[in-house]
């Protein structure tokens, strides 16, 4: 099946510190990757929509000077949190939709912890 | 109204008990709906889509009521494999990405 990895896992950081997270897409090639974030006990929030080479569509709400999106290439994008804070602490999640439609296919998840 | 809501939960249940979930969602127009299922700390898996003429995989049935706007999951026979978080996901007005209900929590016990 479709397998979709995130790194690092885990990550705790200082207050002002940039952090930077990575979706790859292993074993096939997605031309749209997707951003959650998740808060306990609440629903996954979609952050963005990120296709390959162009800029990324951002939700309502969500800053793009903050959270900067890089979709480079069909099987990898990327979250960068720029000088993250307390309130940035949460569940990220991203998602591939496999190249030419189909499902969405999610990555294990990117534990943030800002201090 | 929320885009999509969720019975608030938490279902205790013992083994073996059949448990129903409901959902409903704002957008009339959309498509595509799912049940996934949400492990604590553990990314969502998609459990089955719900077709509008329903469908049964194993022990779960989803049913899809395009009128209400409503969306059902049925679970027979619970297990204690079934404790989880089960979210109900709706395309967005776009049909790009998913919406998630907050889910609703089922503990199965023995």
């Known amino acids: 099946g479709a397998v979709v990895s995130q790194h690092p896992s885990r990550v705790i950081c200082k207050s002002g510190t940039s952090v930077k997270i990575e979706c790859r897409s292993l074993d096939f090639q997605a031309t749209t990757m997707f951003w959650y974030r998740q808060f306990p006990k609440q629903s996954l929030m979609l952050m963005a929509t990120s296709n390959e080479g162009s800029k990324a569509t951002y939700e309502q709400g969500v800053e793009k000077d903050k959270f900067l999106i890089n979709h480079a290439s069909l099987t990898l994008s990327t979250l960068t949190v720029t000088s993250a804070h307390p309130e940035d602490s949460s569940f990220y999640i991203c998602?591939?939709?496999?190249?030419?439609?189909?499902?969405?296919?999610f990555g294990p998840g990117t534990r943030l912890l800002v201090l | 109204r929320k885009e999509v809501e969720q019975d608030p939960g938490p279902f205790n249940v013992p083994e073996g008990a059949t448990v129903a979930f409901n959902c409903t969602y704002s957008?009339?127009?959309?498509?595509?709906f799912f049940w996934y299922r949400q492990d604590c700390r553990k990314e969502p898996k998609l459990l089955m889509s719900?077709?509008?003429s329903g469908n049964e995989d194993g022990r779960f049935t989803a049913q899809l009521n395009r009128a209400s706007q409503y969306i059902s999951l049925l679970i027979r026979d619970s297990k204690l494999s079934d404790s989880a978080t089960y979210l109900c996901v709706v395309f967005n007005q776009a049909g790009t990405a998913l919406i998630f209900g907050k889910g609703t929590t089922l503990s199965v016990s023995s």
């Open positions: 719900v077709y509008s």
């Open positions: 998602s591939a939709v496999r190249q030419g439609g189909g499902a969405q296919y």
């Open positions: 957008n009339s127009a959309s498509q595509s």
